[in-house]
Nanobody, 125 residues
Framework: QVQLVESGGGLVQAGGSLRLSCTAS????????MGWFRQAPGKEREFVGGISRSGSHTYYVDSVKDRFTISRDNAKNTVYLQMNSLKPEDTAVYYC??????????????????WGQGTQVTVSS
């Protein structure tokens, strides 16, 4: 069992930056591929990007590519989502998730076994 806790959300102006963190409990963090998702009001939860177990591979959806960066520190049981050049359409609750079965990053919610509680990101225009 893994418990995930996100932090770092908040209110930022368009063009600004935020860094989200997701810290996991337990001693097997490095055995999980990690994903970041977001859900805006009235919309389905969508995949943002993910990172492999070792951190050697990352994957992003086109809408955030070149603006968002995912990294991880397995010694700290933490995965990060650095968000730059934020836009109002990035406003959502952001979730991290852990996949225990695969090393590759899968852009589907049903591939992930554990989820954090989410952190709100609001980008004002």
């Amino acid at each position: 069992q893994v418990q995930l806790v996100e932090s770092g959300g908040g209110l930022v102006q368009a063009g600004g930056s935020l860094r989200l963190s997701c810290t996991a409990s337990g001693r097997t963090f490095s055995s999980y591929a990690m994903g970041w998702f977001r859900q805006a009001p009235g919309k389905e939860r969508e995949f943002v990007g993910g990172i492999s177990r070792s951190g050697s591979h990352t994957y992003y959806v086109d809408s955030v590519k070149d603006r968002f960066t995912i990294s991880r520190d397995n010694a700290k049981n933490t995965v990060y989502l650095q968000m730059n050049s934020l836009k109002p359409e990035d406003t959502a609750v952001y979730y991290c998730a852990a996949d225990r079965d695969r090393n590759t990053v899968v852009p589907r919610t049903n591939a992930y076994d554990y989820w954090g509680q989410g952190t709100q990101v609001t980008v004002s225009s």
